[in-house]
């Protein structure tokens, strides 16, 4: 099995996961991720369409796959997966299944065998780009999944509802990750769960939620334009991940390509008022210009590693985002108290 990428470098290794029909290539934007842990839960993040992933960490497999109903959504996100060393034997109490089989069931390739490190080094150097994966020759065009409209790929196509509370929050689910439902559903909330583009501006809601999601954040354009909507109507909102960059777009500022982006649990953010460094998880290759931001917007985090944005907030309107995921699953929960506050300043008004 081969791995080409678009400057020409091609890296071969052996197979484990699903196999690619003769003639056929799997394509993908390449991009790494430096966590040690959390495989089953990154896999199943749907931040990760279209992208083919390379881990950094060495080892992968040794745990096995814990009941994928239990995952952060109810498939495998990612277009196919290169690792260094993938273990055969695994061993965990949760598992249910090694990782080779759960990729076959999902036909989803993967290699192993694969100078890792390298290959990193490349993507770092170089940047992230559009990459094959073949069992032959590559096709001559390599596509960039970041010309599809990725978030509409993920995202529900029915509202869908939970708990029954007297608060109610609207929750725009771009890719949204399960425990984001997790950790808003609360006694005395009902959390309503809308499709990217659905017009939630006709319901009646006393918050808004913007949930993570991949690819290019300007080609959410309806979902932009119903922030605003809420925006007009003075309605608290959090955003998350994607949700950060929609949420600027929509108070008018733009967002860039990062070079290689933010993926693993292990990226440091520093919130603004107080100097302090959260730990936090992360997955997107986009991100905020905080040059563009308008008057009476201000960064609220920032990355340690390269000063990229990690969070906004409004000077005086109850309307912030962050970049990293507070809800991370496995890990870190450093930043879990940003959905405390959120849901606890809605309490205090109702």
Known sequence: M???????????????????????QVHGEVVFNTGMVGYPEGFTDPSYAGQILVCTYPLIGNYGVPDVKTLESEKIQIRGLIVSEYCEEYSHHGAKMSLAKWLKDSGIPAITGVDTRALTKKLRERGVMPGQISEGAAAKKFNDPNEENLVAAVSPKKKRVYGNGSLKIVAVDCGMKENIVRSL???????????????????????????????????????????????????????????????????????????????????????????????????????????????????????????SNEGIRHKTKPWRSVQFHPEANPGPTDTAWIFDDFVNSLKKKV
Not at 8 to 23: C, D, H, I, L, R
Not at 268 to 290: K, L
Not at 295 to 302: A, D, K, L, P
């Open 2 to 24: 081969k791995l080409y990428l678009e400057d020409g470098t091609v890296v071969e290794g052996k197979s484990f996961g699903a196999p690619v029909k003769t003639g056929k």
């Open 185 to 307: 559903v609360r006694p005395g909330i009902t959390l309503t769960r809308v499709p990217w583009d659905y017009d939630f501006t006709g319901e009646k809601y006393d918050a808004l939620f913007i949930s993570n999601g991949p690819g290019d954040p300007t080609k959410c354009s309806p979902t932009i334009k119903h922030i605003q909507s809420a925006m007009r109507d003075n309605k608290p909102i959090l955003g998350i991940c994607l949700g950060n960059q929609l949420l600027a777009l929509a108070a008018g500022a733009s967002t860039y390509k990062l070079k290689y982006g933010h993926r693993a649990q292990n990226q440091p953010a520093i919130e603004s008022t107080t100097g302090r460094c959260y730990i936090t998880s992360q997955n997107h290759g986009f991100a905020v210009d905080t040059k563009t931001l308008p008057e009476g917007w201000e960064e609220w985090f920032s990355n340690a590693n390269d000063g």
